[in-house]
T-cell receptor
């Protein structure tokens, strides 16, 4: 069975400091991973996906198959980064997206 | 263009009553998903539609839950004989193409069962 684990429910970081949101997964096939974000009073939206190897709003995430991780990183946190972040894993077979429980990131001014 | 819309935005009901939640996906999006977001539980997959058919209903928590999609567009999620544990935010998402395409989420319906 596929599973996504986000070990930190809450994370507080000072503005300008580096941010790392952890995500570990369990999946027997070749994983396709995503990070979704939900800002206050906004709907859930895609932040970035592994397949695109992109950097969005300064965030990057590298898939580490050896450690089964897909941690989200940003070198310098900004106040507007405060939000709820969800890591998600796609099962290609049944098109099911499995989400982690989320990490609430708070940037301290 | 218009995004995914859901109605009602809030629903308060009494235990034992039936409720219907509606999702209007983005026009042209063939895939539609329902999720449940409970406090501290993250997003729980409920059901997925490709067109009007639901190849995977494994996420529905019990036989009190059902969903349908008509015309490849609007979907309704029905919960019969609601229980207090059904209280949650129910999210709908739609996707245009293949599995790796972005899922666009609606604002959700907050269901409270008293």
């Amino acid at each position: 069975a596929q599973r996504v684990t986000q070990p930190e429910k809450l994370l507080s970081v000072f503005k300008g400091a580096p941010v790392e949101l952890k995500c570990n997964y369990s999946y027997s096939g070749s994983p396709e991973l995503f990070w979704y974000v939900q800002y206050s009073r906004q709907r859930l939206q895609l932040l970035l996906r592994h397949i695109s190897r992109e950097s969005i709003k300064g965030f990057t995430a590298d898939l580490n198959k050896g450690e089964t991780s897909f941690h989200l990183k940003k070198p310098f946190a900004q106040e507007e980064d405060s939000a709820m972040y969800y890591c998600a894993l796609l099962n290609f077979g049944n098109e099911k997206l499995t989400f982690g429980t989320g990490t609430r990131l708070t940037i301290i001014p | 263009g218009a995004g995914v819309s859901q109605s009602p935005s809030n629903k308060v009901t009494e235990k034992g009553k039936d409720v219907e939640l509606r999702c209007d996906p983005i026009s042209g999006h063939t895939a539609l998903y329902w999720y449940r977001q409970s406090l501290g539980q993250g997003l729980e997959f409920l059901i997925y539609f490709q067109g009007n058919s639901a190849p995977d209903k494994s996420g529905l928590p019990s036989d009190r839950f059902s969903a349908e999609r008509t015309g490849g567009s609007v979907s309704t999620l029905t919960i019969q004989r609601t229980q207090q544990e059904d209280s949650a935010v129910y999210l709908c998402a739609s996707r245009e193409g293949g599995g790796t395409d972005t899922q666009y989420f609606g604002p959700g319906t907050r269901l409270t069962v008293l």
